[in-house]
């Protein structure tokens, strides 16, 4: 049976889909389907280029005037389309989507971080610093915070030491090392003839990560320009680090802990010595490893000693 104009348009509107012989339908409307077809579809490429003996319309492909005019293929005259030059077409109208592959997701997240301007406290001064820190939203952990952990002391003190954030103890009070690991501090100081008021304390987050875990790259990035104004301000005579998380990113190295330890470092911009032990909480853990520390804190009395 012959399908007219007529009836394929009533059926289109109706949203009823036909599939129509090429032999019983009128060739005008024919090609005009391929053509369609070939702009909404371009996988099925290989099916139009084999000349199919049928064709699904959708309902919502109604012919055109334009597409009724299209000369027939079989006519003499030459077509006013080809395949080749439609997928042309296409090509260059509707660029193809790849996934992106885990190396250029890294590589495009690398360069957002080198690339974001991260804020500008480079000649503030300790009150502006601490309410630039105090507003901060350059991560999102200041959606999760208590209190943002400035860094507490001497504004001039000649050891100033380093952890990595504050956790529960320390978002609750606002203050660093309130936890136990800031009472064995505390007492490591004694040791060596300092108390806290005597020291600046400082971590390289100002605001504790959930759960306690471990400061994301981007997190202790954003958040650097705040601990390096510290460093600037207080300009001490030497950076006490303390556990692996600061000092991997402050002296950016991937070295563990146990080959930081019992060397002096420098932090590239600044000339100042830098010396690295084990965070109190580790040596809470493992207190064999205590005698350590002790060499690592005598390490940083004789660069202070030393001219
Ligand atoms: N651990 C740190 O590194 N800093 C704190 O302030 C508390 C625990």
Redesign the pocket.
């Known amino acids: 049976m012959s399908v007219t104009q007529q009836q394929l348009s009533y059926l289109n509107a109706m949203g009823i889909p036909v599939w129509v012989s090429r032999d019983t339908v009128d060739s005008a409307i024919f090609d005009s389907r391929i053509k369609e077809n070939a702009i909404n579809n371009k996988p099925q490429k290989k099916h139009f280029t084999q000349s199919p003996s049928s064709v699904q319309i959708p309902a919502h492909n109604k012919p055109t005037k334009q597409h009724l005019q299209t000369p027939p293929s079989h006519t003499s005259s030459p077509p006013a389309f080809s395949t080749e030059s439609l997928f042309n077409e296409i090509d260059q109208a509707t660029p193809v989507k790849r996934p992106q592959s885990a190396s250029s997701i890294a590589d495009s997240l690398k360069k957002k971080i080198e690339t974001t301007k991260f804020i500008e406290c480079s000649n503030f001064d300790w009150q502006p610093l601490h309410q630039a820190v105090t507003d901060c939203q350059q991560c999102d952990l200041y959606n999760q915070r208590t209190h943002v952990?400035f860094g507490e002391g001497a504004q001039n003190a000649a050891w100033m030491i380093v952890?990595?954030?504050?956790?529960e103890?320390?978002d609750t009070q606002g203050?660093?090392?309130?936890?136990r690991?800031?009472v064995l501090l505390d007492n490591m100081l004694t040791a060596i003839g300092l108390d806290r008021p005597a020291v600046y304390?400082a971590?390289t987050l100002k605001c504790r990560p959930p759960n306690n875990r471990d400061p994301k790259k981007t997190e202790s990035k954003a958040c650097y320009a705040y601990l390096k104004r510290q460093i600037e301000l207080v300009n001490p005579s030497l950076i006490l680090i303390?556990?692996r998380?600061?000092a991997q990113h402050l002296l950016q190295t991937k070295e563990p802990l146990a080959q930081l330890r019992g060397r002096k470092h420098t932090i590239e911009e600044f000339n100042i010595p830098v010396v690295v032990t084990y965070?109190?909480?580790y040596l809470l853990r493992l207190p064999r490893n205590k005698y350590k520390s002790w060499q690592d804190l005598k390490l940083a009395l004789s660069l202070l000693a030393s001219p």
């Open positions: 952990v952890g990595d954030a504050p956790k103890e320390e203050r660093p090392f309130m936890d690991s800031g304390l971590n303390v556990g998380i600061a965070h109190p909480a």
